[in-house]
């Protein structure tokens, strides 16, 4: 066979961009297991960012002349233009985004275009890329966590003064506002929001002119490009910077966090939503029906956001079993991260707008609540209290006392506030009197005490504070 030595890459034909040292064309398989086009198809709009950036610097350092830029410039316009319009045909044979967009460019331009990835890796294409990716979408997240956070506390708000039950062990515990409830996940969205900047500072270093992985044999300008596209600084470390995914590791993280705490509260609002509880009703706006019982409407958007926390779990454990033991620096492995984090960007924007949607539809009913409230014995702790303050009684033993009064209601079919003296005699061995309205929900959650607790001064102090974090958290962080 006659080797042929001169063979240039021509973008319509059958030869790979990286052609020059092979014989013969990768086998089908080969060819169906390398390619990641039909998901890093995505990155698209920050790759061609990337690529202006790269390519403007090296006009800069004269490795391109200004018409030569130019060119690029608008052919890689058009590209985008292209692709953003659907009229970009996409082929396993070109493997990935960044093959696609430099054999279209080149198609466009002509040999110009085969000038762009002077002094460039895919490696630190494809990091840049997704550290562009991840930033995004942060941002995105953060106003929608802004925005779940206002109306988790215009709820709060505008329910003040409603009484609710805390449950401990899914047992009946004590009465609360519901505001207190209602702010309880305020703040697990708040925390999430703080972890939220601290991932996107993750993404601030730039990878570009990592190269390959040990740097470019072109006098580039890594600050040039750091800056252009946004980032504090350019990586100090070549090799960390092409075999970096931690910002990745940061983001599944924080969206599997961000998840618990979603499922957390959905899995609440399932609960209450039932005919048994029926502290909530759902509108239709977040509900579906059966196809065989007419009667049911189920809450199945809560459902399937607690389900999506298992699946974003699933993609951060994906994540950190790829990355175990991977040797420095780029190895293939690193290319199936964009499958877990394009997926778990799209549950991340659901989680966020799915259960602000529920909360945009949930109706809360009081009177559900407090009859549960005086079944369910949730005064007992006040009695308790009562007899520490009033008789001096020592609390363990008033504890006791307590507990022997429910045992009473219990056997005897009553309610801990129809107890008469006669009773208490029996259940105490001495006479206790409870003042006027002492067992009303709402003196219960009054008696409590100290900053942070549902006592109504200071959910009033907490509403205060909530607000104020969101006007601190409102613009960029
Ligand atoms: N599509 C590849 C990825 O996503 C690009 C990097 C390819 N680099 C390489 N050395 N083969 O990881």
Not at 414 to 425: A, C, S
Request: charged share 20%; with cysteine; glycine share 6%.
């Amino acid at each position: 066979m006659v080797r042929l030595y001169v063979r240039l890459y021509m973008p319509n034909g059958n030869m790979k961009l990286w052609h020059g040292r092979f014989e013969a064309a990768p086998s089908k398989i080969t060819e169906e297991i390398s390619e990641s086009i039909s998901f890093d198809h995505a990155l698209y709009k920050v790759d061609i960012r990337a690529s202006l950036a790269h390519a403007r610097m090296l006009a800069k350092i004269g490795v391109l002349t200004a018409d030569e830029f130019k060119k690029i410039e608008g052919g890689l316009t058009q590209v985008r233009a292209e692709i953003a319009e659907g009229k970009m045909a996409f082929s396993a044979a070109l493997e990935d985004i960044h093959m696609h967009v430099e054999a279209r460019l080149t198609e466009i331009i002509g040999d110009t275009g085969k000038k762009l990835h002077t002094g460039r890796s895919r490696n630190d294409q494809v990091a840049v890329d997704t550290h562009l990716f991840v930033r995004e979408a942060l941002i995105e997240h953060r106003t929608d966590m802004v925005s779940l956070l206002a109306q988790i506390l215009k709820l709060a708000e505008e329910n003040f003064g409603v009484l609710w039950i805390g449950y401990t062990h899914l047992q009946i515990a004590q009465p609360v506002l519901l505001s207190h409830y209602l702010l309880a996940y305020f703040w697990q969205f708040a925390r999430d929001l703080d972890l939220l900047d601290f991932v996107i500072q993750s993404t601030n270093q730039s990878p570009l002119g990592s190269a390959a992985l040990g740097g470019a044999n072109y006098p580039i300008d890594r600050q040039m490009t750091a800056h252009e596209l946004g980032f504090a600084a350019p990586y100090p470390n070549s090799m960390d910077a092409v075999a970096n995914r931690d910002y990745q590791l940061n983001y599944h993280f924080w969206a599997t966090r961000l998840f618990l705490h979603i499922a957390r509260f959905c899995e609440d609002i399932i609960i209450y939503n039932t005919t048994e509880f029926g502290y909530v009703t759902l509108s239709d706006a977040v509900t579906t029906g059966s196809s065989i019982m007419p009667q049911k409407k189920n809450p199945d958007i809560a459902e399937l956001l607690r389900g999506k926390a298992g699946r974003v779990n699933g993609n951060l454990q994906a994540l950190v079993t790829n990355l175990k033991g991977l040797p420095l620096t780029y190895n293939r492995d690193l290319q199936e991260d964009k499958v877990y984090l394009f997926d778990s960007v799209k549950q991340a924007r659901q989680g966020l707008l799915g259960l602000k949607e529920i909360l945009l539809n949930i109706q809360f009913n009081e009177a559900r609540v407090l009859e549960n409230l005086s079944r369910g014995f949730a005064l007992a702790t006040d009695i308790a209290d009562f007899l520490v303050r009033e008789k001096n009684t020592p609390f363990r033993d008033a504890h006791a006392v307590a507990g022997n009064a429910v045992a009473y209601c219990e056997k005897n079919q009553k309610r801990l506030e129809v107890l008469t003296k006669d009773d208490w005699q029996k259940i105490a061995g001495f006479a206790v009197e409870f003042p006027a309205g002492f067992f009303q929900p709402q003196q219960s959650v009054s008696r409590r005490q100290g900053d942070g607790s549902t006592n109504p001064t200071a959910v009033t102090e907490q509403l205060a504070l909530a607000r104020s974090f969101i006007i601190g958290h409102d613009s960029q962080g």
